[in-house]
């Protein structure tokens, strides 16, 4: 089945130290993004790519870094340097038809510093 | 920053009582995408409206964009405790295709 795989999905991380946020789709989508959710609110956009070796910030960038290598891959690293890191991560993609289908969201990583 | 609101934040029913949420811009909007996500889940597309005015249905569910293409509703009949979840609406900015989502209708359904 094709799909959105994001692992791990808890991490717990203790101050200082990065993180790297695994997200894999073989859906062929050329398009892919990462958002944070908070408790009770809605979603953030932190990087995007549209196209592999090319990626654009988001809304939240900072403190966070991300490589597109691959079409299939799109790994978010939470470095020491984001201040309050505790969140949920939903990574997503999509097709040229955005608008048809939307976005596929994984099923996300709940990241908690210690 | 975040372009689009929603009204209400929180909403419980009685299973079997209708509900509304209202999304609302204050610039003209391209399209509108409304989401559901389910507590503990992801959010799962629903569906998109275009067209000034244009109304969409699925099974309970009636979408509207508004005619001045500003705000857009949801309309949930007879809900189910199914139906329980946070909807988020958004728009799909097409130049950059990316979505920008507004802080979702949290949604509790008592049976």
């Known amino acids: 089945d094709g799909g959105i795989t994001q692992s791990p999905k808890y991490l717990f991380r203790k101050e200082g130290q990065n993180v790297t946020l695994s997200c894999e789709q073989n859906?062929?989508?050329?398009?892919m993004y990462w958002y944070r959710q908070d408790p009770g609110q809605g979603l953030r956009l932190i990087y995007y790519?549209?196209?592999?070796?090319?990626?654009q910030k988001g809304d939240i960038a900072e403190g966070y870094s991300v490589s597109r290598e691959k079409k299939e891959s799109f790994p978010l690293t939470v470095t020491s340097a984001q201040k309050n890191p505790t969140a949920f991560y939903l990574c997503?993609?999509?097709?040229?038809?955005?608008?048809?289908?939307?976005?596929?969201f994984g099923s996300g990583t709940r990241l908690t510093v210690v | 920053g975040q372009q689009v609101m929603q009204i209400p934040q929180y909403q419980h029913v009685q299973e079997g009582e209708d509900f509304t949420t209202y999304c609302n811009s204050s610039?003209?909007?391209?399209?509108i995408q409304w989401y559901k996500q389910r507590p503990g889940g992801h959010p799962v597309f629903l569906i998109q409206?275009?067209?000034?005015?244009e109304v969409k249905k699925q099974k309970r569910l009636t979408f509207q964009f508004g005619e001045a293409k500003k705000n857009s509703s949801l309309h949930i009949t007879a809900t189910q405790t199914t139906d329980v979840g946070t909807y988020f609406c958004?728009?799909?900015?097409?130049?950059?295709?990316?979505?920008?989502f507004g802080p979702g209708t949290s949604l509790s359904v008592i049976p």
């Open positions: 409206l275009v067209k000034s005015g």
């Open positions: 997503a993609s999509s097709t040229p038809r955005t608008g048809e289908y939307g976005y596929t």
């Open positions: 958004a728009e799909l900015k097409t130049s950059y295709d990316k979505v920008i």
């Open positions: 610039t003209t909007l391209s399209n």
């Open positions: 790519s549209q196209i592999v070796n090319d990626f």
């Open positions: 859906l062929n989508h050329d398009a």
